[in-house]
């Protein structure tokens, strides 16, 4: 397997943190959650639990810098000054964002020239995900699964601190989940950070906390 190194902090000297200040989230009539504050420290996972229509992908949407919070903010510590926290995350969705039109490997050369080429080659991370037979087929003849797999794979070419995943091992089989599983924890084992909303449970090692939705909600790691 590779080992994922983090890119370098710049020159900053203490670990990286995640820090969620004060986050309060409205949709419509209703208000999601409340002053809602979390860190994470290097290593740790986040998972955010809760029932449908809780908040848990506005909260992730949040920290991805997609969806302004009604009040708080969201912030890494101990990074590069110079790198945004959007350009220090992977975020992987509900979709899948893939181009049809594209071969498995040009769907992930493109997000390799997008989000920068610090990781595994295109054919490595494919292998990785246990993809390597299937890189020349056009992405739309992909099984719901496979896509699945290419999605993750994008998190293999690119280094990123921090991985924000939204039910990420939808439509995977067993064998898949487990070795998503994996990769999740090799990336915490090299420093990394995961905040993660799932309904399945996942095995992402030792360093997991669950930060709980729907009622009153506080956490961190
Ligand atoms: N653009 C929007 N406008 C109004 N309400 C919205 C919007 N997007 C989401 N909501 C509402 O916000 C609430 C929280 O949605 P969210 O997707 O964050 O929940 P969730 O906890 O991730 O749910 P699930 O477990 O079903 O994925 C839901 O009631 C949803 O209908």
């Known amino acids: 397997m590779n080992q994922l190194e983090m890119p370098s902090a710049g020159g900053a000297n203490t670990a990286p943190i995640l820090h969620a200040q004060g986050l309060s989230c409205q949709r419509g009539q209703r208000k999601l959650f409340s002053r809602l504050s979390f860190e994470m420290q290097a290593g740790h996972a986040l ?17 991805a810098g997609l969806l302004t919070p009604t009040e708080g903010n969201v912030a890494l510590r101990g990074t590069d000054p110079d790198l945004s926290l959007k350009e220090q995350l992977h975020y992987l969705g509900h979709d ?34 246990g ?12 099984s719901a699964g496979q896509k699945r797999r290419l999605a993750i794979a994008r998190l293999l070419v690119s280094k990123r601190l921090l991985w924000v995943l939204d039910e990420p091992t939808t439509a995977l089989d067993v064998t898949a989940q487990a070795r998503f599983a994996e ?7 090299c420093g990394g950070l995961i905040l993660a909303a799932t309904h399945t449970p996942l095995d992402f090692g030792p360093n997991v906390s669950e930060l709980r939705l729907g009622k009153a909600a506080t956490g961190g790691a």
């Open 47 to 63: 998972i955010v639990v809760g029932p449908n229509g809780a908040g848990k992908s506005s909260l992730l949407r949040i920290v």
């Open 96 to 129: 899948d964002a893939l181009k049809g039109a594209l071969s498995v490997r040009e769907n992930l050369s493109f997000w390799r020239d997008v989000l920068g080429a610090t990781g595994l080659s295109p054919a490595d991370a494919l292998e990785e995900v």
């Open 131 to 142: 993809l390597g037979g299937l890189d020349r087929l056009p992405a739309s003849v992909l």
């Open 183 to 189: 990769l999740a924890r090799d990336h915490l084992s």
